[in-house]
């Protein structure tokens, strides 16, 4: 599955220190200065999913392989970045290649590193940066205009799309990004378009290390102002979660977390925040080697959720003999649950859902 995330925000927002917590490589450099990313860094990371423990344990499986997704740093976005400013286009264009956009925003107080606006205010550092995607928007719809419309005179292209490109204009220019013009236009069609302002995006909150239970009061705010853009939201400090890689024992992290009062760390509640906004749904596979997570869309049929582990999968379909994760665990594993009667053998047209645990029959 190639999706990805991009990490966007303004400079010295602490974007490489959660990206490098979300990867756990500390390749990409961090310094207390603006721009201190030019080139994006990418990684992968770890979905992590309690039910796959489970799952191990059930059928005894001696390794866990969690589903992964790739996270793009990109270097900090500055106002003007539309007009080139900062690199600006650059930056913009390391944005474009990404599916969904973790927007982080500094909700902490500190006078050691420097804001390039001298002040704390995640609502007016989100409002900057969405601005400067709903501009470069502008810039790329106005552009496409000319041709579209010589095309629809000679009869090359539809009026449609002509209608389409101008609804989403009126949303831009009324200073909304392009996902929110999704109730008048077909998603599929601004999907096409790959606009910056319409991809998912979920705010991340860089709180202060003191507050990362419950949150603080910046940290409210940006909750509020996601909530009334359809967007999510999540709070965690990106030092924090550092420190808590640096613990190399597994035993020793959760007491450091659990006197914290977290019950895991809060990159691994935003990457399946991630996942889930990228429209991912998860399938497992389990044996003695090994219990593993496969991210698929949403709506993804059973040959082609095979397609995923292997593409001779896809071709040699045969059957998907399918239980569901509560079923696995409560009926012991794939001969518990033929026992009871609750494998179903489902053909390829089969929608796999969230948790199903799969078994392919394949011609091999
Ligand atoms: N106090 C505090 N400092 C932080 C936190 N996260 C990052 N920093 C500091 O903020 C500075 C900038 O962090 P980076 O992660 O490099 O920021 P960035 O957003 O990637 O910056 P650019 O790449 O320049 O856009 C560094 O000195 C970090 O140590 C945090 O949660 N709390
Ligand atoms: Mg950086």
Redesign the pocket.
């Known amino acids: 599955m190639g999706l990805n995330c991009g990490i966007v ?11 490098n917590a979300l990867t756990k490589t500390m390749a ?10 030019i080139e994006p860094n990418k990684g992968m990371s770890a979905v992590r999913d309690s039910r796959l423990k489970a799952l191990a344990s059930t059928a005894g499986s001696q390794n866990v392989v969690f589903s992964q997704v790739e996270f793009v ?1 990109i ?2 976005l500055v106002r003007g970045a539309s007009g080139g400013e900062g690199l600006g286009n650059k930056f913009l264009g390391h944005i474009r290649e990404v599916d969904a956009i973790m927007h ?1 925003l500094r909700c ?1 107080e ?1 006078s ?2 420097s804001h390039v606006h001298q002040v704390v205010d995640p609502i007016s550092d989100a409002e900057v940066v969405e601005m400067e995607l709903i501009m470069a928007d502008i810039d790329s719809v106005k552009r496409r205009l000319p041709n579209l419309e010589k095309a629809i005179k000679s009869g090359k292209e539809d009026k449609g799309k002509l209608v389409v490109l101008e609804e989403i204009l009126k949303t831009l220019e009324s200073g909304q990004p392009a996902r929110s013009a999704i109730g008048s236009v077909d998603p599929e069609e601004l999907k096409q378009l790959q606009l910056l302002s319409s991809k998912p995006v979920m705010y991340v909150c ?4 003191t507050n990362v239970v419950g949150g603080n009061a910046l940290s409210a705010l940006v909750s509020k102002m996601a909530e009334a853009r359809g967007s999510k939201c999540c709070y965690l ?4 979660e550092t420190d808590v890689l640096s613990i190399d024992d597994e035993e020793e992290r959760r007491t450091f977390l659990a006197e914290i009062g977290m019950e895991e760390p809060g990159i691994d509640v935003a990457v399946r925040n991630m996942y889930a906004l990228l429209d991912l749904i998860t399938f497992f596979t389990v044996g003695p080697k090994e219990a593993r997570a496969w991210p698929i869309k949403r709506n993804t049929k059973a040959d082609k959720a095979a397609g995923v582990i292997h593409t001779d999968f896809e071709k040699g379909f045969i059957k998907a003999e399918t239980t569901s994760f509560q079923d696995y665990v409560q009926y012991g594993g794939e001969s518990g649950c033929r026992e009871a009667g609750k494998m179903r053998f489902e053909g390829r047209d089969y929608v796999v859902q969230d948790g199903d645990v799969i078994h392919f029959r394949v011609n091999k």
């Open positions: 925000g303004l400079p010295n927002v602490g974007k490489s220190t959660l990206f990409a450099e961090m310094a207390n200065y603006p721009f201190c990313t740093d270097a900090g982080v902490f500190d050691d590193v860089n709180v202060e290390d400090s990106a030092k924090l």
